[in-house]
Protein backbone atom coordinates (compact mmCIF):
# COMPACT_ATOMS: atom_id res chain seq x y z
CA UNK A 1 0.00 0.00 0.00
CA UNK A 2 0.83 3.15 -0.78
CA UNK A 3 1.97 5.86 1.97
CA UNK A 4 1.50 8.90 -0.28
CA UNK A 5 -2.12 9.84 -0.26
CA UNK A 6 -3.50 11.83 -2.99
CA UNK A 7 -7.32 13.02 -2.83
CA UNK A 8 -9.51 13.30 -4.82
CA UNK A 9 -8.70 9.73 -6.72
CA UNK A 10 -11.33 11.34 -9.52
CA UNK A 11 -12.17 14.98 -10.53
CA UNK A 12 -14.45 16.29 -12.94
CA UNK A 13 -14.20 19.89 -13.67
CA UNK A 14 -15.46 22.39 -16.48
CA UNK A 15 -12.72 24.72 -17.82
CA UNK A 16 -13.92 27.87 -15.63
CA UNK A 17 -13.83 25.99 -12.15
CA UNK A 18 -10.90 26.30 -9.61
CA UNK A 19 -10.31 23.02 -8.08
CA UNK A 20 -7.35 21.67 -5.97
CA UNK A 21 -5.50 18.74 -5.74
CA UNK A 22 -4.18 17.36 -2.52
CA UNK A 23 -1.37 14.96 -1.63
CA UNK A 24 0.00 14.02 2.22
CA UNK A 25 2.58 11.88 3.01
CA UNK A 26 4.22 10.87 6.50
CA UNK A 27 7.57 9.30 5.67
CA UNK A 28 9.87 12.36 6.31
CA UNK A 29 10.41 12.59 3.16
CA UNK A 30 11.59 16.49 1.95
CA UNK A 31 11.37 16.23 -1.28
CA UNK A 32 7.38 15.75 -2.91
CA UNK A 33 7.04 16.53 -6.62
CA UNK A 34 3.55 16.36 -9.27
CA UNK A 35 3.95 14.55 -12.33
CA UNK A 36 1.40 14.25 -14.74
CA UNK A 37 0.52 11.36 -16.89
CA UNK A 38 -1.13 11.12 -20.25
CA UNK A 39 -2.46 7.69 -21.47
CA UNK A 40 -0.12 5.34 -22.79
CA UNK A 41 2.80 7.52 -22.44
CA UNK A 42 5.50 8.26 -19.09
CA UNK A 43 4.79 10.30 -16.54
CA UNK A 44 6.34 13.80 -16.70
CA UNK A 45 7.80 15.60 -14.02
CA UNK A 46 5.83 18.78 -13.85
CA UNK A 47 6.88 20.95 -10.24
CA UNK A 48 9.53 19.00 -7.69
CA UNK A 49 9.19 20.94 -3.74
CA UNK A 50 12.70 20.75 -1.56
CA UNK A 51 12.46 21.48 2.01
CA UNK A 52 9.18 23.10 1.30
CA UNK A 53 10.66 25.07 -1.56
CA UNK A 54 9.90 25.13 -4.89
CA UNK A 55 13.13 23.68 -6.61
CA UNK A 56 11.95 22.53 -10.57
CA UNK A 57 9.20 23.97 -12.64
CA UNK A 58 9.01 22.36 -15.62
CA UNK A 59 7.34 25.01 -17.99
CA UNK A 60 4.39 24.27 -16.58
CA UNK A 61 1.38 26.77 -17.54
CA UNK A 62 0.38 28.84 -14.42
CA UNK A 63 -3.03 27.69 -15.04
CA UNK A 64 -1.54 25.14 -12.81
CA UNK A 65 -0.23 26.18 -9.60
CA UNK A 66 1.70 24.57 -6.63
CA UNK A 67 1.62 25.39 -3.00
CA UNK A 68 3.40 23.13 -0.05
CA UNK A 69 2.34 24.16 2.79
CA UNK A 70 4.17 22.67 4.85
CA UNK A 71 6.46 19.29 4.70
CA UNK A 72 4.06 17.00 4.61
CA UNK A 73 1.56 18.34 2.22
CA UNK A 74 1.58 19.19 -1.44
CA UNK A 75 -1.18 20.93 -2.95
CA UNK A 76 -1.66 21.51 -7.03
CA UNK A 77 -4.91 24.78 -7.36
CA UNK A 78 -5.79 24.08 -10.80
CA UNK A 79 -7.89 26.93 -12.91
CA UNK A 80 -8.90 27.63 -16.28
CA UNK A 81 -7.75 24.24 -17.31
CA UNK A 82 -8.52 23.33 -20.74
CA UNK A 83 -9.90 19.75 -21.86
CA UNK A 84 -5.44 18.18 -22.92
CA UNK A 85 -5.13 19.17 -19.31
CA UNK A 86 -7.27 15.65 -18.81
CA UNK A 87 -4.77 13.02 -17.41
CA UNK A 88 -3.63 11.11 -14.72
CA UNK A 89 -2.08 13.66 -11.94
CA UNK A 90 0.92 11.52 -9.78
CA UNK A 91 2.04 13.34 -6.48
CA UNK A 92 5.61 11.36 -5.69
CA UNK A 93 8.03 12.02 -2.20
CA UNK A 94 11.54 10.88 -1.71
CA UNK A 95 14.67 11.56 0.51
CA UNK A 96 16.98 14.28 -0.37
CA UNK A 97 19.69 13.13 -2.39
CA UNK A 98 20.44 11.75 -6.36
CA UNK A 99 19.61 8.21 -5.08
CA UNK A 100 16.98 8.00 -3.71
CA UNK A 101 14.09 6.45 -5.43
CA UNK A 102 10.54 8.08 -5.78
CA UNK A 103 7.24 6.72 -3.90
CA UNK A 104 3.95 7.92 -5.82
CA UNK A 105 0.97 8.37 -4.56
CA UNK A 106 -2.51 6.71 -6.10
CA UNK A 107 -2.99 9.64 -8.41
CA UNK A 108 -5.67 11.94 -9.20
CA UNK A 109 -7.80 11.28 -12.54
CA UNK A 110 -8.68 15.04 -13.50
CA UNK A 111 -11.34 15.48 -16.51
CA UNK A 112 -11.39 18.61 -17.96
CA UNK A 113 -14.63 19.44 -19.86
CA UNK B 1 17.04 11.22 -29.25
CA UNK B 2 15.12 10.58 -25.83
CA UNK B 3 17.13 10.90 -23.04
CA UNK B 4 15.43 7.25 -22.12
CA UNK B 5 14.80 4.61 -24.80
CA UNK B 6 13.03 1.56 -24.38
CA UNK B 7 11.52 -0.90 -26.68
CA UNK B 8 7.58 -0.89 -26.08
CA UNK B 9 6.66 -3.87 -26.95
CA UNK B 10 4.84 -5.87 -25.92
CA UNK B 11 6.57 -9.05 -25.20
CA UNK B 12 3.76 -11.65 -25.28
CA UNK B 13 5.79 -14.60 -23.14
CA UNK B 14 4.19 -17.76 -21.48
CA UNK B 15 4.24 -18.51 -17.76
CA UNK B 16 7.37 -19.67 -16.70
CA UNK B 17 9.48 -18.17 -19.65
CA UNK B 18 12.26 -15.52 -18.73
CA UNK B 19 11.89 -12.11 -20.50
CA UNK B 20 14.65 -9.24 -20.74
CA UNK B 21 13.91 -5.62 -21.36
CA UNK B 22 16.74 -3.09 -21.99
CA UNK B 23 16.56 0.22 -21.52
CA UNK B 24 19.38 3.07 -22.37
CA UNK B 25 20.27 6.42 -21.40
CA UNK B 26 21.97 9.81 -23.45
CA UNK B 27 23.12 11.12 -20.40
CA UNK B 28 26.89 9.90 -19.23
CA UNK B 29 26.18 11.83 -15.71
CA UNK B 30 23.20 10.37 -14.94
CA UNK B 31 23.53 9.21 -11.26
CA UNK B 32 20.81 6.67 -10.14
CA UNK B 33 18.90 3.94 -12.07
CA UNK B 34 15.57 2.41 -11.17
CA UNK B 35 13.26 0.06 -12.59
CA UNK B 36 9.05 0.68 -11.46
CA UNK B 37 6.38 -1.19 -12.74
CA UNK B 38 3.33 0.63 -13.44
CA UNK B 39 -0.55 -1.41 -13.98
CA UNK B 40 -3.48 -0.07 -15.82
CA UNK B 41 -4.61 2.68 -14.57
CA UNK B 42 -2.38 2.67 -11.78
CA UNK B 43 0.52 4.67 -10.17
CA UNK B 44 4.35 3.51 -10.80
CA UNK B 45 5.47 1.44 -7.97
CA UNK B 46 9.25 1.01 -7.18
CA UNK B 47 10.66 -2.93 -8.46
CA UNK B 48 14.17 -2.21 -7.95
CA UNK B 49 16.89 0.29 -8.03
CA UNK B 50 20.51 -0.83 -10.72
CA UNK B 51 23.57 -1.18 -8.77
CA UNK B 52 27.10 -0.54 -10.45
CA UNK B 53 27.67 -4.47 -9.52
CA UNK B 54 23.86 -5.64 -10.45
CA UNK B 55 21.23 -6.60 -8.09
CA UNK B 56 19.13 -9.53 -7.62
CA UNK B 57 15.37 -9.71 -5.89
CA UNK B 58 13.89 -12.94 -6.33
CA UNK B 59 13.12 -13.83 -9.46
CA UNK B 60 13.76 -9.99 -10.82
CA UNK B 61 17.62 -9.40 -11.72
CA UNK B 62 18.82 -5.59 -12.62
CA UNK B 63 21.70 -4.47 -14.21
CA UNK B 64 23.92 -1.28 -14.98
CA UNK B 65 26.45 -0.81 -17.40
CA UNK B 66 28.30 2.96 -17.25
CA UNK B 67 30.18 2.47 -20.37
CA UNK B 68 27.31 1.66 -22.92
CA UNK B 69 25.03 3.66 -20.77
CA UNK B 70 22.22 0.71 -20.65
CA UNK B 71 20.38 -0.76 -17.88
CA UNK B 72 18.66 -4.34 -18.11
CA UNK B 73 16.31 -5.96 -16.39
CA UNK B 74 15.70 -9.83 -16.53
CA UNK B 75 12.36 -11.63 -15.24
CA UNK B 76 12.94 -15.30 -14.66
CA UNK B 77 10.04 -17.79 -14.34
CA UNK B 78 7.24 -15.17 -15.13
CA UNK B 79 3.82 -15.05 -13.86
CA UNK B 80 0.60 -13.91 -14.83
CA UNK B 81 0.90 -11.88 -12.26
CA UNK B 82 3.85 -10.13 -13.76
CA UNK B 83 2.22 -8.19 -16.67
CA UNK B 84 2.33 -4.54 -16.62
CA UNK B 85 4.39 -1.75 -18.12
CA UNK B 86 8.06 -1.59 -16.85
CA UNK B 87 9.44 1.71 -16.17
CA UNK B 88 12.97 2.30 -17.07
CA UNK B 89 13.89 5.62 -14.86
CA UNK B 90 17.04 8.08 -14.84
CA UNK B 91 17.92 10.23 -12.21
CA UNK B 92 19.52 13.62 -14.29
CA UNK B 93 20.27 15.54 -11.62
CA UNK B 94 18.82 15.88 -7.71
CA UNK B 95 15.33 15.42 -8.05
CA UNK B 96 14.76 14.63 -11.56
CA UNK B 97 13.85 11.63 -12.44
CA UNK B 98 13.20 10.73 -15.99
CA UNK B 99 10.84 7.88 -17.14
CA UNK B 100 11.13 6.30 -20.34
CA UNK B 101 8.41 5.40 -22.10
CA UNK B 102 7.93 2.16 -20.87
CA UNK B 103 7.89 -2.00 -22.03
CA UNK B 104 4.62 -3.84 -22.04
CA UNK B 105 4.74 -7.42 -20.86
CA UNK B 106 2.08 -9.80 -21.58
CA UNK B 107 2.17 -13.07 -19.76
CA UNK B 108 -0.10 -15.79 -21.01
CA UNK B 109 -1.36 -19.09 -19.31
Known amino acids: DTEVTQTPKHLVMGMTNKKSLKCEQHMGHRAMYWYKQKAKKPPELMFV???????INESVPSRFSPECPNSSLLNLHLHALQPEDSALYLC????????????FGQGTRLTVV | RKEVEQDPGPFNVPEGATVAFNCTYS??????FFWYRQDCRKEPKLLMS???SGNEDGRFTAQLNRASQYISLLIRDSKLSDSATYLCVVNKSSYKLIFGSGTRLLVRP
Open chain 1, 92 to 103: ASSQEGVNTEAF
Open chain 1, 49 to 55: YSYEKLS
Open chain 2, 50 to 52: VYS
Open chain 2, 27 to 32: NSASQS
